[in-house]
């Protein structure tokens, strides 16, 4: 059972989550959660009991100080609240490790916690390899499997057939609560495994500021991201290989994005920027 700490009153909010493990290449996903805590210093109100789901010798407990003394500490699933963010609403911050087992059982968890904080909408992420170039903005893809949310949100509807992880578990089992629930990847360079991946989180966080409709502060995720890109060109460049690939990837990804150059797809983006910053789009706009 999840164990509440405190739960207050919550205005309208969105539940957003991310999960280490097979969903989180270059740790992208996880890092939006941190660091929308931070933004809107979340406060935790509650965590799930690690011994229901997780195997400890994959995900080992931790030895810690804290005031002077020693303690373990139990890795888990935690819940954070916002109620100071800049979206009109509060959000509720999932984040945690994707459980060894009873995934139904973990899920049900979840969204009952989520019916009863009052959540009308759940934002899953996640982060996967590709044949993506890091010079290039790196892709995320915006889905949902209902009709109504996928055209109040503009989004696409997913094609996606095969093994999925516990987010992907998360998304259906909202869908089938009745929330409205949407889920946003990532591409990262399957080249640049390193981790964190500061410009994969950079791109996911502009993406919720378009699914959100408002601005969300990027501290320094922009130098960050500049950082890791410099960082990845000089591995290419004492690597013929590596380079001759990554040019290749960045000329598919430029013919791939051609259509996207269009007068109405600019508009559309142009309308979404003006919106986030509480400004109207000039008349005749789009």
């Known amino acids: 059972m999840i164990e509440l700490e405190d739960l207050p009153e919550l205005d309208n909010p969105v539940l957003i ?13 996880t890092a939006v959660v941190d660091h929308l805590a931070q933004v809107w210093a979340a406060e935790p109100v509650a965590a799930l009991d690690p011994e229901d789901y997780y195997d400890f010798q994959v995900n080992r407990p931790r030895v810690v100080s804290e005031g002077g003394a020693r303690r373990i500490s139990w890795r888990t699933t935690r819940i954070l609240v916002a109620t100071h963010t800049t979206l009109g609403r509060d959000v509720v911050l999932v984040q945690g490790i994707e459980p060894s087992f009873r995934w139904r059982a973990f899920t049900i968890e979840l969204m009952e916690f989520a019916q009863e904080a009052g959540v009308s909408t759940v934002v899953t992420l996640g982060a996967l390899m590709a044949d993506v170039a890091h010079t290039r903005p790196m892709p995320v893809t915006a889905t949902s499997d209902d009709e109504d949310t996928r055209h109040r949100f503009d989004l696409e509807a997913s094609k ?3 093994a999925t992880g516990i987010v992907g578990v998360i998304a259906d089992a ?4 009745g929330l409205e629930s949407i889920s946003c990847w990532v591409a990262v360079p399957h080249y640049a495994p390193h981790t964190p991946s500061p410009k994969a989180t950079l791109a996911l966080v502009s993406r919720l500021e378009d699914i ?8 320094d995720l922009a130098e960050d991201a500049r950082a890791w890109e410099h960082g990845v060109d000089e591995l ?5 290989e590596v380079a001759e690939y990554v040019e290749s990837l960045e000329e598919a990804q430029d013919t791939a994005d051609l ?12 309308e979404r920027y003006l919106r986030r910053r509480g400004e109207e ?3 005749g706009a789009g």
Do not use: C, K, V
């Not at 909202?174 to 609560?177: F, G, N, R």
């Not at 959100?212 to 501290?219: E, G, S």
């Open 17 to 29: 989550a991310a999960f280490e493990g097979w969903n989180d290449a270059g740790e992208a996903a």
């Open 160 to 162: 996606y057939e095969g």
């Open 174 to 177: 909202a869908t089938q609560t």
């Open 212 to 219: 959100l409709d408002a601005p969300i502060d990027h501290l």
């Open 236 to 240: 290419a460049s004492t690597d013929e």
């Open 259 to 270: 259509p996207e150059a269009s007068g109405d797809a600019i508009a559309r983006e142009f």
């Open 281 to 283: 789009p000039p008349p």
